[in-house]
């Protein structure tokens, strides 16, 4: 079966990297994917979101299955693109549909399906440009830090949390104002919670759905999380405070009240739901919804995949996932991410790697990487995941870091604690 893997990251390697082990893999080609995945299939020079000449690569290259990586075409339609098209409405296609997508892409409509089927979630209220006043009045009931977000995709710089009342006030004032653009037509601002965030992820048909190992995710750029946010600088699974009764409250409180929820309004959900969770004296929160896998999650979730992966995506084609069987390995994967000295601000792109010839014992997931000849050169902010098993937190992290250590290219910086804060 020839597959297309549509993304660029560390997220999109994983996948073509856990693919290729398949029986049933075919040809893998990535759109338009990065050095690592050059390793793997075949890079096709094709943007995500251009539909039709996504079209044209699965018709060029007789592909039978495509993985959406990404959120923004899932946002912007491509299920529906290839539903509604006479050709491709026969190839199954990995990734919920617009509407279902609204989980991620509308953060008024992802809270107000929270609050409609009594999920855990901060209290919040939604306010456009004729109810900025309102706006101000409502930031003044809450208590100090402020949860600002606007309601669209904003390529992860649209939530805001803000101690101050006043520069609260002028953010919400700026995004209904255009500093997103679009996606800030409309503003949620919400409670802030205190607790300690964990990521967990299912794959469902729409009828049932397998639970894939949950993941800790490093979001800010510095030691002892401080500084700015980030995509993520590194992920531990499994998450230890995650034990089954935790699990059990995740499952009933959050995973099944948003599948009935979805089921109950009609909406058909076929792909991958992650749920970003706020863990608050043992009670799990949704923080919010996505339509896609995590980045850097992926590069330790789908390591603990041990299951035919294929064989899951066929269960969502198919309808048939209740049948399929997930195993996980019961190691634990780290991954710590080496970025671009200045990410997440401004940072040099071009810059050649050294050193990953010298990698033992690690997966090395390429995030932000393109071929110069024959070698990787740097082209984003993340750069690279390196991925490594052991039986304990501890034997893992000891020898991503070690790899970590052997790889260099000018001003690469990583952070050195990685899972640090969680007790096994
Ligand atoms: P999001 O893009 O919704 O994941 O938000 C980015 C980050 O902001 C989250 O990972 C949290 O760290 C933080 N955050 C968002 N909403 C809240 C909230 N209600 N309370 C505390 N932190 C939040
Ligand atoms: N690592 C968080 C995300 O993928 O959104």
């Given at each position: 079966?020839?597959?297309?893997?549509?993304?660029?990251?560390?997220?999109?390697?994983?996948?073509?990297?856990k693919?290729?082990?398949s029986?049933?893999?075919?040809?893998?080609?990535?759109?338009?994917?990065?050095?690592?995945?050059?390793?793997?299939?075949?890079?096709?020079?094709?943007?995500?979101?251009?539909?039709?000449?996504?079209?044209?690569?699965?018709?060029?290259?007789?592909?039978?299955?495509?993985?959406?990586?990404?959120?923004?075409?899932?946002?912007?339609?491509?299920?529906?693109?290839?539903?509604?098209?006479?050709?491709?409405?026969?190839?199954?296609?990995?990734?919920?549909?617009?509407?279902?997508?609204?989980?991620?892409?509308?953060?008024?409509?992802?809270?107000?399906?929270?609050?409609?089927?009594?999920?855990?979630?901060?209290?919040?209220r939604?306010?456009?440009?004729s109810?900025?006043?309102?706006?101000?009045?409502?930031?003044?009931?809450?208590?100090?830090?402020?949860?600002?977000?606007?309601?669209?995709?904003?390529?992860?710089?649209?939530?805001?949390?803000?101690?101050?009342?006043?520069?609260?006030?002028?953010?919400v004032?700026?995004?209904?104002?255009?500093?997103?653009?679009?996606?800030?037509?409309?503003?949620?601002?919400?409670?802030?919670?205190?607790?300690?965030?964990?990521?967990?992820?299912?794959?469902?048909?729409?009828?049932?759905?397998?639970?894939?190992?949950?993941?800790?995710?490093?979001k800010?750029?510095?030691?002892?999380?401080?500084?700015?946010?980030?995509?993520?600088?590194?992920?531990?699974?499994?998450?230890?405070?995650?034990?089954?009764?935790?699990?059990?409250?995740?499952?009933?409180?959050?995973?099944?009240?948003?599948?009935?929820?979805?089921?109950?309004?009609?909406?058909?959900?076929?792909?991958?739901?992650?749920?970003?969770?706020?863990?608050?004296?043992?009670?799990?929160?949704?923080?919010?919804y996505?339509?896609?896998?995590?980045?850097?999650?992926?590069?330790?979730?789908?390591?603990?995949?041990?299951?035919?992966?294929?064989?899951?995506?066929?269960?969502?084609?198919?309808?048939?996932?209740?049948?399929?069987?997930?195993?996980?390995?019961?190691?634990?994967?780290?991954?710590?991410?080496?970025?671009?000295?200045g990410y997440?601000?401004?940072?040099?792109?071009?810059?050649?790697?050294?050193?990953?010839?010298?990698?033992?014992?690690?997966?090395?997931?390429?995030?932000?990487?393109?071929?110069?000849?024959?070698?990787?050169?740097t082209?984003?902010?993340?750069?690279?995941?390196?991925?490594?098993?052991?039986?304990?937190?501890?034997?893992?992290?000891?020898?991503?870091?070690?790899?970590?250590?052997?790889?260099?290219?000018?001003?690469?910086?990583?952070?050195?604690?990685?899972?640090?804060?969680?007790?096994?």
């Amino acid at each position: 079966m020839n597959i297309l893997i549509l993304g660029s990251g560390g997220r999109e390697h994983a996948l073509a990297w856990k693919l290729a082990q398949s029986k049933k893999a075919g040809k893998i080609f990535i759109a338009p994917g990065n050095a690592g995945t050059a390793n793997i299939g075949t890079n096709l020079e094709i943007d995500p979101g251009n539909f039709s000449s996504v079209k044209q690569a699965v018709i060029n290259n007789k592909i039978e299955l495509v993985i959406v990586g990404p959120e923004a075409p899932l946002v912007d339609g491509i299920t529906d693109f290839f539903s509604e098209d006479d050709f491709l409405k026969d190839i199954p296609i990995i990734g919920p549909n617009r509407s279902a997508a609204r989980l991620e892409g509308s953060k008024d409509f992802a809270k107000a399906f929270l609050i409609r089927h009594n999920i855990p979630t901060a209290a919040y209220r939604s306010f456009d440009i004729s109810s900025v006043r309102e706006a101000a009045g409502f930031l003044r009931t809450m208590d100090s830090p402020y949860v600002i977000k606007a309601d669209g995709l904003a390529a992860g710089k649209g939530v805001l949390i803000i101690d101050d009342i006043n520069e609260a006030e002028r953010e919400v004032e700026a995004i209904l104002g255009g500093k997103f653009g679009s996606a800030g037509q409309k503003v949620v601002i919400e409670q802030f919670l205190k607790g300690i965030e964990l990521s967990v992820f299912i794959i469902t048909d729409g009828i049932s759905y397998k639970l894939l190992p949950e993941a800790k995710d490093y979001k800010r750029i510095g030691e002892g999380d401080t500084g700015l946010n980030t995509g993520g600088m590194g992920a531990v699974s499994p998450v230890p405070f995650a034990g089954p009764e935790f699990m059990e409250k995740v499952k009933n409180r959050i995973i099944d009240p948003t599948l009935n929820g979805l089921r109950e309004e009609g909406i058909v959900y076929k792909g991958f739901i992650f749920f970003g969770l706020i863990n608050v004296n043992g009670n799990p929160f949704v923080i919010e919804y996505n339509a896609r896998l995590g980045d850097p999650e992926s590069e330790v979730i789908i390591p603990r995949i041990k299951s035919d992966l294929l064989e899951l995506f066929e269960g969502v084609a198919h309808d048939d996932l209740s049948e399929r069987i997930i195993e996980t390995d019961e190691r634990f994967v780290t991954t710590v991410m080496l970025v671009s000295g200045g990410y997440p601000g401004d940072y040099q792109k071009g810059i050649s790697i050294a050193g990953l010839g010298n990698v033992k014992d690690s997966v090395v997931f390429h995030a932000g990487t393109k071929l110069s000849g024959d070698n990787a050169i740097t082209s984003g902010g993340r750069v690279l995941a390196v991925s490594s098993w052991g039986k304990t937190k501890e034997e893992a992290l000891e020898i991503s870091y070690r790899n970590a250590s052997v790889i260099s290219f000018d001003n690469m910086y990583y952070r050195k604690d990685i899972g640090l804060d969680l007790d096994n």
